[in-house]
């Protein structure tokens, strides 16, 4: 293998595919990506076994050929040489990459040893408008799980309905949005990794442009461009929201919503690091009071607001509030209660599309 190209283009290519590399695995190819230079260009590819990135480029290709090198490695290396034409090719020494005068080596490893991966997927398909789906994954991919304990929640579920809805939740709050569908066929719902969609939402360029999503036997996949991202999707029974979202509220609460997003901001920077990172909201009259207190002092702020109901001390996690807060896209927010250790939701006043629910914190004094 053989090729020639602008050091900056592969680069970026280099660091889009190896978002997609194995990490701490028993089987050194799946850390490394697969380069194959054939007819103009050189296609990338890197997988973990759940997530999969394909990506061309254009290059001038001198013999074509394949070979695997280390992703992290080769990422790192050319971030150093995208302002210079590089000469890459493969020989007893492992790949040669050849810039200005100087030559440097790396190892590799044979193509034949990296997995198959299924590009054939086109079942069944939903297609929308990028900006919209981009949107729709903001509002919700935040609050998927993070750790393995219940793998099924590490995903966001799509339901296909009059239009997309996503729900994703990790156990203490969960998100629920919904967007404009152009067109569907087959699935009724499927559960995408929240990393697999975060992939696709920062490739996502053209907010008028329509994409085209795939899935087929489990699997999901996108093409955008010279770019192709496939995923298996979470197989199980996910959480019925119209179980954990209440059907009414005692008190609710109307606020401009960057008020309270600084105040809740300041407030947090008191209990920066304590295990709760707790804030508690004092409503009542024609404010909402905003407490925070630590060993380095404390934080007592007012809101005006409009509310409606009972009065109520409550308290919450401050970066989950922030985060729903921070999701939502109007001046004014409205917050609805049902008791301080019951479950709340944060709604735009006007365009009800999404909806944040957060537990409180039961032992809040």
Known sequence: MKFVCDGLSLAEAVVKTSKACAVRTTAPVMECIKLSAQGDGVTLLATDGELSIRKTIGAEVLEEGETCVPGKLFSDFLSKLTDVELTVSTGPRGMEIGYLDSVSYLQVLPAEEFPRIDLEIGEN??????????????????????????????????????????????????????????????????????????????????????????????????????????????QGDFIRKES?????????????????????????????????????????????????????????????????GRDLVISMNAKYLLDGLRALDEEEAILSFNGPVSPFILQNKGKKESLYLILPVRNAQ
Do not use: H, W
């Open 125 to 234: 398909y939903f297609v929308m408008k990028q900006g919209a789906l981009k949107k729709l994954i903001a509002e919700t991919a935040f609050c998927c799980a993070q750790d393995d304990s219940r793998p099924i929640l590490k995903g966001c579920l799509f339901e296909f309905k009059d239009r997309l809805e996503a729900t994703a939740l990790d156990g203490y709050r969960l998100a629920v949005s919904s967007a404009e569908l152009l067109s569907k066929s087959g699935e009724k719902q499927v559960i995408c990794p929240a990393r697999t969609l975060n992939e696709i939402s920062r490739s996502l360029t053209e907010d008028d442009k329509e994409i085209t999503v795939y899935t087929q036997g489990g699997m999901l996949l996108v093409e955008l461009a010279d770019m192709t991202i496939v995923s298996r999707l979470y």
């Open 244 to 308: 954990v979202i209440p059907p009414s509220f005692t008190t609710t609460v109307t606020l401009p919503r960057l008020d309270l997003i600084g105040s809740v901001e300041r407030a947090a920077i008191l209990i920066r690091g304590d295990k709760n990172n707790l804030v508690t909201l004092e409503i009542g009259g024609e404010t909402v009071k905003i407490n925070s207190s630590s060993e380095s002092g404390n934080v007592s702020e007012v809101v005006r607001a409009y509310i409606e």
